[in-house]
């Protein structure tokens, strides 16, 4: 079922990459300069006086790019670059990184985060997730605990060893006795629970994206939540990265904010101090670290919304 399912989306933003192709096509053969809408999302609430209700995967705006722009035809021309890359994709039912695709044009797309630009312009404009334009990347995170799952015909078992995050366009047969998942910020505080054997005398599953959590490790961590139906926990620093790292996790990332609602883990838990903790519990002045300038400027930077135009 799922190879139908994947054929099925594969022709479908064939189909869409058609008519965008032929529209900017027809405007050119009529002497028009194409118009491409490119909607913007956001993550940020709007509403600070009451239950937050936003929907980050609703756009709340849009960009037009247009060939009248000296700044927008560079754009526009690495996004039709890498559509055309897409849609061979597609049609030879292969696969590619986003590194693979930036190697194809090196001196024409200059830098890798020009065609991450476009791979998110695309996803956008196309309506869609980025590993359905089969543009794969590499997960960057760790599993460990009461977990096995088969991916493309090979078995992970994570109660015995910790595996690297798989999440393939197959969908993944789980398997897990686990009453619950921690996801932890640090490398270490996950090595530091492998030596100390937590997942053997815990019925848990124990993630970390190495810090800031990539797409795959998200997907991964979300594709978990909806099939295993497990409260999630998730350890973090009490510092302004810690919080982001948790928003990350929770609410998504502002740069795939199209992409949200098959990310974000909503009902993910904070465990660990809390800010108001140091009052609360009378913790001694040398047990805190000040905020850094740098952190301080960090936090406002993350968690203050844009100043409206």
């Known amino acids: 079922m799922e190879g139908i399912h994947s054929s099925t989306r594969s022709r479908d933003l064939l189909r869409k990459i058609k008519e965008f192709t032929l529209s900017i096509l027809e405007d050119l053969s009529e002497g028009l300069s194409p118009l491409i809408f490119i909607q913007s999302f956001r993550t940020y609430c709007t509403n600070l006086d009451s239950i937050c209700s936003c929907r980050s995967n609703k756009p709340s705006g849009h960009e037009i790019l247009t060939f009248q722009k ?34 194809m044009h090196p001196l024409i797309f200059s830098d890798q985060s ?32 009461w977990l096995r799952f088969f991916e493309a015909g090979r078995k992970f078992d994570c109660i015995n060893s910790p595996n690297t995050v798989r999440m393939g366009e197959r969908s993944l047969n789980l398997v897990s006795a686990a009453l619950y998942i921690l996801v932890v910020e640090k490398e270490s505080v996950f090595q ?33 939540v909806d099939k295993l139906c497990l409260p999630v926990y998730c350890l973090v620093d009490c510092d302004p990265y810690g919080f982001d790292i948790l928003a990350t996790y929770r609410f998504g990332s502002m ?55």
Not at 77 to 102: T, W
Not at 192 to 221: A, H
């Open 70 to 103: 000296e700044s927008h035809v560079h754009r526009i021309d690495v996004l039709l670059r890498v559509l055309l890359i897409v849609q061979q994709l597609l049609q030879e039912n292969k696969h590619a990184s986003k590194r693979d695709i930036y190697y």
């Open 114 to 145: 020009v065609v991450d630009r476009a791979i998110n312009d695309i996803c956008i404009l196309l309506q869609c997730s980025r590993h359905n334009l089969n543009v794969v990347s590499v997960g960057n995170g760790l599993v460990m605990g």
């Open 192 to 224: 530091r629970l492998e030596n100390d054997k937590f997942c053997s005398k815990n019925r848990c599953i124990v993630i970390t994206g190495r810090g800031y959590p990539d797409v795959p490790t998200r997907r991964f961590l979300r594709l978990l």
């Open 255 to 309: 740069q795939m904010a199209y992409d949200a609602k098959f990310l974000r883990v909503p009902q993910i838990q904070w465990l660990g101090a809390f800010p108001s903790d140091s009052e609360n519990y009378d913790l001694p002045k040398q047990c805190l670290l000040p905020l850094t300038i740098e952190g301080d400027t960090y936090s406002k930077d993350q968690w203050l919304p844009p100043a409206p135009s």
